[in-house]
C-alpha cells in the first residue's frame, strides 16, 4: 500500500528563518512527487512536480527536492505570506497511475 | 479561465436527506476527481473519471454517485447522507502533465 508522511505536523517560524518541511514516500513505482499549499478554507494550490532522485524545482522562497525515500521542501527566508498547510502527494503504479496519495500536511505558520 | 468551480459552498443536511455537489472546470481536462478531506486523514479519492462516459471508483466511494456525461461537469451525487459523510469536498481536473487543480470546496456537515 503506498503511504506518504509529513513531518513535522505544524512548524512556527520567525520571519526570514529557513526551514525545511520533510515528506517521506513509500510507493511501488513513483511516476510523480506532488507538492501544494492549501491556504485555510481554499482548496490546495499546485506548486510542484518532481519525477526522479535528484531533481529540484525552485519557486521564489521556496525549493523542492527529491530522493528515493523522501522530499523535502526548503523555505529560505519565509515571509508571513508563506504561511499555509503543505501537501504533498504521490502518483504510483497502482491503481494505473490515476490516483494521488496525500500526506496529512504540514501547517507552516510565519510570524513578524 | 474560471479554473474548477464548485457549488455549493456550505450546505447542511438532515441523514438521510439526498444532494448533488456541482463541479465544472473550463480546461478541457479529461481527468476529474472528487475527494474528501478530513481532519488528520489526508485528502482521500472518493470517484473519478478519465472522460465523458468513463468513471471509476477511488478509495473511499461508498455512499457516493458519480456521472459524467460532458467534459466540463462531474457532478458528485451523496444518495442518503449519513453523519459520517460530514466532511469538505474538493472536486479536481488534472493536466495531461497530472498537476491537479482543485476547486474551492464545498463544507457539508450531515447532522
Known amino acids: 500500500e503506498d503511504q506518504v508522511t509529513q513531518s513535522p505536523e505544524a512548524l512556527r517560524l520567525q520571519e526570514g528563518e529557513s526551514s525545511s518541511l520533510n515528506c517521506s514516500y513509500t510507493v511501488s513505482g513513483l511516476r510523480g512527487l506532488f507538492w501544494y499549499r492549501q491556504d485555510p478554507g481554499k482548496g490546495p494550490e499546485f506548486l510542484f512536480t518532481?519525477?526522479?532522485a535528484g531533481e529540484e524545482k525552485e519557486k521564489e522562497r521556496l525549493k523542492a527536492t527529491l530522493t528515493k525515500k523522501e522530499s523535502f521542501l526548503h523555505i529560505t527566508a519565509p515571509k508571513p505570506e508563506d504561511s499555509a498547510t503543505y501537501l504533498c502527494?504521490?502518483?504510483?503504479?497502482?491503481?494505473?497511475?490515476?490516483?494521488?496519495?496525500f500526506g496529512t500536511g504540514t501547517q507552516l505558520k510565519v510570524e513578524l | 479561465n474560471a479554473g474548477v468551480t464548485q457549488t455549493p459552498k456550505f450546505q447542511v443536511l438532515k441523514t438521510g436527506q439526498s444532494m448533488t455537489l456541482q463541479c465544472a472546470q473550463d480546461?478541457?481536462?479529461?481527468?476529474m476527481s472528487w475527494y474528501r478531506q478530513d481532519p488528520g486523514m489526508g485528502l482521500r479519492l472518493i470517484h473519478y473519471s478519465v472522460g465523458a462516459g468513463i468513471t471509476d471508483q477511488g478509495e473511499v466511494p461508498n455512499g457516493y454517485n458519480v456521472s459524467r456525461s460532458t467534459t466540463e461537469d462531474f457532478p458528485l451525487r451523496l444518495l442518503s447522507a449519513a453523519p459520517s459523510q460530514t466532511s469538505v469536498y474538493f472536486c479536481?481536473?488534472?493536466?495531461?502533465?497530472?498537476?491537479?487543480?482543485f476547486g474551492p470546496g464545498t463544507r457539508l456537515t450531515v447532522t
Open positions: 502527494a504521490v502518483r504510483a503504479l497502482t491503481g494505473g497511475g490515476n490516483k494521488l496519495t
Open positions: 480546461m478541457n481536462h479529461e481527468y
Open positions: 518532481l519525477y526522479s
Open positions: 479536481a481536473s488534472r493536466s495531461t502533465s497530472y498537476e491537479q487543480y
